[in-house]
């Protein structure tokens, strides 16, 4: 169990990461440009991973990387960047909060992985803690922002669950390396047809391009990834819950705002979520209860992130 729960706070750094990327957009980051600033993300992120690892993909890992890199990163980015502008974030958040259920169906479609009674009893738990913490009174929500935000969903959801069906094929450094350098490849000639010139960047706004390209890019995807391929989706599914926690947080410690109780019993419902679609063992052999691939909670496949690992005996993981 000791090392199931540091696999899970290994994983946690992504969605942690990504929850600071909302401060960092919003003070730093120009707004008119989502094609670029998508690009600008990924394109950095990827190659900076690929001088790490140094290793080109090989048979089918081109073509499954460009699939990878549209769905997780290039329509991804951009999605979220449309919802981000149309929607209250408190909505946008929201919607994106329900990822757990959808990775959830998404994995025991594509890979197998029924939900256990556990997770799914954390997902209920923690989107209610989400509700709690983000929504307030609002206006009219725009529907375009709407389905952009359950696009990003869907397309996120189920590249989550192919690279975590594809990770025994390559190591966690080099497949991350390529699905950026996918999206961003293909958002690229869209970024110059639609936006024309990039943006101009001040020291301001390229260091935080350059902070959202090391940290909530490169290390982050790093992270989610190596914990798809090493624990269930449903699991790594709810670690991802943190994301809009890390959001909040940060406005109370950098934007001065406060938190209400209301919001404080969400803060909580969201962490005993999380906790509570941990997978637990259920024996030396087989599945865990959750769904988890057997051998699941071994520390060794975490340490050997920027080594090749063994397909798991014809079973997708």
């Known amino acids: 169990m000791e090392g199931i729960l540091r696999r ?11 929850g600071t990327t909302y401060y960092v957009t919003h003070a730093h980051l120009p707004a008119d440009a989502p094609l670029y600033g998508a690009v600008l993300r990924a394109l950095p992120a990827g190659l900076l991973l690929l ?22 990163m290039g329509a991804f980015f951009v999605l979220v960047y449309v919802a981000a502008q149309l929607l209250p974030t408190s909505i ?65 959801s189920v590249g989550y669950v192919l690279a975590k069906r594809w990770s025994g094929e390559v190591d966690v450094l080099a497949s991350t390396s390529w699905q950026l350098i996918a999206g961003g490849l293909v958002l690229l000639p869209a970024a ?29 995807f790093t992270a989610w990834f190596a914990g798809l391929a090493r624990l269930p989706a449903s699991t790594v599914g709810l670690i991802g819950l943190l994301n809009p926690v890390t959001g909040v947080l940060l406005g109370v410690l950098l934007a001065g705002d406060t938190l209400t109780g209301r919001q404080l019993v969400g803060l909580g419902m969201v962490l005993l979520g999380v906790l509570a679609g941990r997978p637990a063992r259920s024996g030396a052999r087989g599945r865990s209860r959750d769904g988890g691939p057997a051998g699941a909670d071994r520390p060794a496949g975490w340490r050997r992130l920027g080594r090749s690992s063994p397909i798991h005996a014809g079973k997708p993981e």
Do not use: C, Q
Not at 62 to 69: D, F, H, N, T
Not at 194 to 220: I, K
């Open 92 to 156: 946008a958040s929201s919607v994106m909060a329900t990822s757990p259920l959808s990775l959830m169906l998404f994995a025991w479609a594509l890979a197998g992985e029924r939900p256990g009674a556990r997770p799914l009893a954390g997902a209920a738990v923690g989107i209610a803690g989400v509700g709690l913490l983000l929504l307030t009174g609002v206006g009219a929500v725009d529907p375009v922002g709407v389905l952009a935000s359950v696009a990003a969903l869907l397309s996120a």
């Open 192 to 220: 110059v047809l639609g936006e024309g010139a990039p943006p101009r960047l001040d020291t301001d706004s390229a260091l935080a391009f350059g902070y959202v390209t090391v940290v909530a890019t490169a290390l982050a």
């Open 51 to 72: 001088a790490v690892r140094r290793r080109l993909p090989h048979g089918p890992w081109w073509w499954k990387s460009l699939v990878l890199g549209v769905l997780n």
């Open 8 to 18: 899970m706070l290994l994983t946690a750094v992504a969605p942690i990461a990504w």
